[in-house]
Antibody, heavy 117, light 111 residues
Framework: EVQLVQPGAEVKKSGESLKISCKGS????????IAWVRQMPGKGLELMGM????????RYSPSFQGQVTMSADKSTSIAYLQWSSLKASDTGMYYC??????????WGRGTLVTVSS | QSALTQPASVSGSPGQSITISCAGT?????????VSWYQQHAGEAPEVIIY???NRPSGVSDRFSGSRSGNTASLTISGLQAEDEADYYC???????????FGGGTRVTVL
């Protein structure tokens, strides 16, 4: 089955670091961009950036440049999104999605990140 | 890159047709035939329902259709059904950065 698998939830405190994962299966992982999309509570979708694991090319949306780091391990077909020092405002749902052509055709179920102060 | 502009909410009765607009600029919506639409039911991940302005993925009802005129794209839902109640997001590819931008989302309510 073609899918992206994400852990369901993470609970952290302000100032802590966090690395969440997105594992692709059922397709050739290195041939596609993986995007990270944030959805804050009750709000809309925001593209944070994308990574192409084939050559580690990474593009960040301007609002997220310097705020997070994207990486990927092509040997395990896993993409990662990490924070070095979380803030309460980082609380939200984080989806990974596969980009096919110029749209997102496959989505993970999302990781709910809760940051308490 | 600013978010695309969508109405916050649209409603209709079962069987009616509704249209959701998605306003952008000549740098995004108007630049490429690369507008997509996503449906998100409460508590679920988004799913693509329209790509490249007016194409439906396999399995998506033909009650959903897309179009574009200049810098504004539109999603039409015909024969509105209770199951169509969800949030809808447009998105456009941005050729200058190879990234994409989303609209603010539209909540569709079936009366």
């Amino acid at each position: 089955e073609v899918q992206l698998v994400q852990p369901g939830a993470e609970v952290k405190k302000s100032g802590e670091s966090l690395k969440i994962s997105c594992k692709g299966s059922g397709y050739r992982f290195i041939n596609y961009w993986i995007a990270w999309v944030r959805q804050m509570p009750g709000k809309g979708l925001e593209l944070m950036g994308m990574i192409y694991s084939g050559d580690s090319d990474t593009r960040y949306s301007p609002s997220f440049q310097g705020q997070v780091t994207m990486s990927a391990d092509k040997s395990t077909s896993i993409a990662y999104l990490q924070w070095s020092s979380l803030k309460a405002s980082d609380t939200g749902m984080y989806y990974c999605a596969r980009r096919y052509g110029r749209y997102f055709d496959l989505w993970g179920r999302g990781t709910l990140v809760t940051v308490s102060s | 890159q600013s978010a695309l502009t969508q109405p916050a909410s649209v409603s209709g009765s079962p069987g009616q047709s509704i249209t959701i607009s998605c306003a952008g600029t000549s740098s995004d919506v108007g630049d490429y035939n690369a507008v997509s639409w996503y449906q998100q039911h409460a508590g679920e991940a988004p799913e693509v329902i329209i790509y490249d302005v007016n194409n439906r993925p396999s399995g998506v009802s033909d009650r959903f259709s897309g179009s574009r005129s200049g810098n504004t794209a539109s999603l039409t839902i015909s024969g509105l059904q209770a199951e169509d109640e969800a949030d809808y997001y447009c998105s456009s590819y941005i050729s200058s950065s190879a990234l994409s931008v989303f609209g603010g989302g539209t909540r569709v309510t079936v009366l």
